[in-house]
């Protein structure tokens, strides 16, 4: 269950132009920047819980938001506009 693989989308807002060019750093690491405060990825359990603790350290949680969804099931994504892509279908195991 260990190499099992999600998906994970990151949103974000940080208030500090330093700090978010070391998050956005932090975040490619992990994901694929799908916009300007987005990233989105495949990850391991493992890989999710390293993503999360190097982040935290950019994150002032009085002026800053920081959201993570994940994404175990099947779903169907779309993609419009720049960067635009086919729909996608996925299954994880």
């Known amino acids: 269950m260990e190499n099992k ?7 974000y807002d940080i208030v500090d132009n330093k700090q978010r060019t070391k998050l956005v750093h932090c975040l490619e690491r992990y994901g694929k920047r799908v916009q300007k405060s987005a990233f989105e990825g495949f990850l391991t359990q493992k890989q999710y819980t390293q993503m999360i603790e190097k982040s935290q350290k950019y994150i002032n949680p009085k002026t800053d938001s920081f959201r993570v969804y994940i994404v175990d099931n099947f779903i169907n994504t779309y993609s419009f506009g720049i960067d635009s892509r086919e729909k ?4 994880i195991l």
Do not use: K
Not at 5 to 11: A, G, N, S, Y
Not at 88 to 91: A, E, P, T
């Open 5 to 11: 693989q999600f998906i994970v989308l990151v949103i």
């Open 88 to 91: 996608f279908d996925y299954f």
